[in-house]
């Protein structure tokens, strides 16, 4: 899922910023009524329609992280946040965000559920983390060294800042996720390093 944002940092570079941020608040509402309809899946109505959406689930369940409360909501929260970052940030810093949410976050997922042997925070292992700044740093060679560095050491940071003890409570309400820490917390910050260089 979250390579996918690929595909719209790509497209931000040649479709309207306002354009592009609708298409991402669409699917971030298309994500959060779907998340509303699984969790209500005792009230159905059209046998057809259920028994196909019923297929199309199984395969996006299969996509989706273990031990959620509420599916789909790290899609809603990565979607709506990309749209954000690109409405509120210049293109270049919108891109960098989102790009670091993409590929970081996907593959410090993928390495720290199948290589993670140190824990070091909540569920966060030291491979993903080693693995989220380096990917981080290195999908943003179009920035300067010291932007690029400063960049991946923020959005590592945003990324295990839901696990921090006094955020947890607020992170079990579904309204803290990495999904918009990250692009939120580090558009946020390279913006300022830019006004203040």
Request: proline fraction near 3%; charged fraction near 15%.
């Amino acid at each position: 899922m979250h390579l996918s944002g690929l595909l719209f940092v790509v497209a931000a570079q040649f479709i309207d910023t306002l354009l592009l941020s609708s298409y991402f608040l669409l699917i971030s509402v298309v994500f959060l009524f779907y998340s509303q309809y699984v969790k209500s899946e005792e009230k159905r109505i059209h046998r057809l329609l259920d028994k196909m959406e019923g297929k199309i689930r199984k395969i996006a369940i299969g996509l989706e992280r273990e031990n959620i409360q509420r599916p789909f909501v790290g899609a809603f929260w990565f979607y709506f946040s990309s749209a954000l970052v690109f409405l509120l940030f210049p293109l270049n810093i919108a891109s960098a965000a989102v790009l670091i949410l993409a590929v970081s976050d996907s593959l410090s997922t993928i390495v720290g559920i199948k290589f993670g042997k140190h824990k070091v925070l909540g569920n966060k292992t030291l491979e993903g983390i080693i693995v989220f700044f380096f990917s981080g740093f290195l999908s943003l060679i179009f920035l300067p060294f010291t932007k690029a560095f400063f960049a991946s050491t923020v959005a590592t940071f945003s990324e295990i800042l839901p696990e921090f003890k006094n955020f947890k409570r607020i992170k079990e309400t579904g309204i803290l996720d990495d999904n918009w820490t990250i692009p939120m917390i580090t558009a946020t910050a390279l913006y300022t390093f830019t006004l203040l260089t």
